[in-house]
């Protein structure tokens, strides 16, 4: 697939010279309007010492779940086992982009892990990796319904993805620093 050119407003605030707090709020902000998506997160990782948070969460109404973690916390010993799609991200595999959560394969994903946690139909897993380690996972997500991601909305997110990773890692470097 080639670089797809991100829309004009996903890219005025990527240009932005922001503070990476107000970047990250915006940013979720346009990919939900971009995407018509639900909610959609940003989960942040310190791949040196395997503690994650997810900092930022937009939602579109007020009845959607945030999710959200104030503090920088330990992944659960079994998560890589219970989520395949995190699995995925830590080996540095393409992003995933699940149309139903209802109908996808277990090799993609835990069906009763993605409901009890997450609550959500369809979503993107955008995996932000650097030199092969895991640094963050971008999450739009639809709710009550499955969703068709067009090869369009495939490349901007994929593109977006590699345009924000410098922020992301400079983000959760400085909160260990």
Known sequence: MTQQELPSGLKNIVESSQT????FSELLLAVGDFLQSDRCFLYLHNPENNLGRVAFCWIRTPDVPTVYNEKWAAQPP???DEDPMFAAALRAEPSIFV???ETAEPQVL???YEKKNFGHRALIHAHIRQDG??????QPC???HPRIWTEYERG????LVEKIT???VSYVKSAFN
């Open 20 to 23: 990476p707090d107000t970047l």
């Open 78 to 80: 079994t998560l890589v």
């Open 99 to 101: 149309e139903d959560v």
């Open 110 to 112: 835990n069906r009763e």
């Open 133 to 138: 380690q895991l640094w963050g996972i971008l």
């Open 142 to 144: 639809i709710f009550g």
């Open 156 to 159: 901007v997110i994929n593109n």
């Open 166 to 168: 410098p922020f992301v």
